[in-house]
């Protein structure tokens, strides 16, 4: 296995990630456009971290137009093999309160327009995302929260919407009559095209607001959204700095199959691959495509 190396992806209200040493700032190249930001890279004691803030420095980005493939192709040519999403998420249950952190392990897709794969004509391949989350990372992430005694569940159904408008109460008592238990505007298509990519994935939700439904709170606004990220963003950096500080030096096995999550996916014979979405794949999907000729 390779060297395990920790991707983070900061969200609203995460622009930065303190701690890191021998910081270098890196822009790189992708053939699927501009990514959010340049990669921070450094270390956290004797663990490789790349750190992308998702809507970039100042939060120019909104949901729906950052290029989640090139944030993705980025970090995997920065060598990322396990990546941390946190992301600011409103609550369907009463018990999911602001402050607290969710490490969600399924989320629904209700985003509509997005680039949500790498491949396409002339290279076909299709994943599994039936476990969208690396259980492994998951443990550790817990076993991290859990260490710097910060409040967190473990599970939960994530459902990404478009926005950039929060929910109308119709959608918000709907998503909750649903079992879902969180609701933001970023992890998809991030997860699945990570999962194509073969890089493990989870996110730690951070419960901001209780969006519309909860009859005692009023509708959700950025502003007190805001507030709660930064009165949280120090559990954050604690929770990130004791993840690298127990992390393995290798790559472990995903149980959910996403090291090795494109072994079986190509389905288009090698004589009708696209030549030049085939050059675009090299980063993600290069240990199959040139293994398979
Ligand atoms: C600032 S409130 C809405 C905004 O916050 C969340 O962003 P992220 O997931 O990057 O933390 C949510 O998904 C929306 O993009
Ligand atoms: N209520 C909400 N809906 C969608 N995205 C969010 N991000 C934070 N709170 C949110």
């Not at 969208?132 to 967190?152: C, D, N, S």
Request: glycine letters at 10%; proline letters at 5%; hydrophobic letters at 45%.
């Amino acid at each position: 296995m390779a060297e395990a190396v920790l991707g983070i992806i900061g969200g609203s209200g995460i622009y930065d990630l303190p701690g890191l040493t021998d910081l270098r700032e890196e822009r790189i190249e992708s053939p699927w456009g501009e990514p959010s930001d340049v990669l921070r890279i450094g270390r956290m004691g004797e663990t490789k971290i790349v750190f992308l803030p998702r809507h970039g420095r100042g939060h120019a980005i909104p949901p729906s137009e950052i290029n989640y493939r090139a944030n993705i192709d980025v970090l995997k040519r920065a060598g990322v093999t396990d990546l941390v999403s946190l992301s600011a998420c409103g609550s369907y249950k009463a018990e999911l309160y602001p402050g607290l952190f969710v490490l969600v392990d399924q989320f629904v897709d209700r985003t509509a327009g997005r680039a949500s794969s790498f491949f396409g004509k002339g290279c076909v391949a299709h994943v599994s995302v039936a476990h969208p989350v690396g259980p492994a990372l998951q443990e550790r992430i817990a076993a991290a929260a859990t260490a710097e005694e910060l409040p967190f569940v473990r599970g939960g159904t994530l459902v990404t919407m478009e926005g950039p408008q929060f929910s109308t109460l119709a959608e918000s008592l709907t998503y909750k009559g649903l079992g879902y238990d969180l609701i933001g505007m970023t992890a998809m298509p991030e997860a699945k095209l990570a999962r194509e990519a073969e890089i493990t994935y989870a996110t730690v939700a951070m419960v901001t607001d209780y969006d519309c439904w909860h009859e005692e709170h009023g509708a959700v606004d950025v502003a007190s959204v805001i507030a709660v990220l930064h009165a949280n963003a120090d559990k954050a950096r604690r929770l990130v700095a004791r993840l690298a500080a127990d992390f393995p030096r290798e790559r472990e096995a995903c149980p959910a199959g996403s090291h090795n999550a494109l072994d079986f996916a190509v389905v288009t014979a090698p004589e009708h691959r696209d030549p030049k979405l085939l050059a675009k794949l090299d980063a993600v999907a290069g240990r199959v495509l040139t293994a398979q000729g």
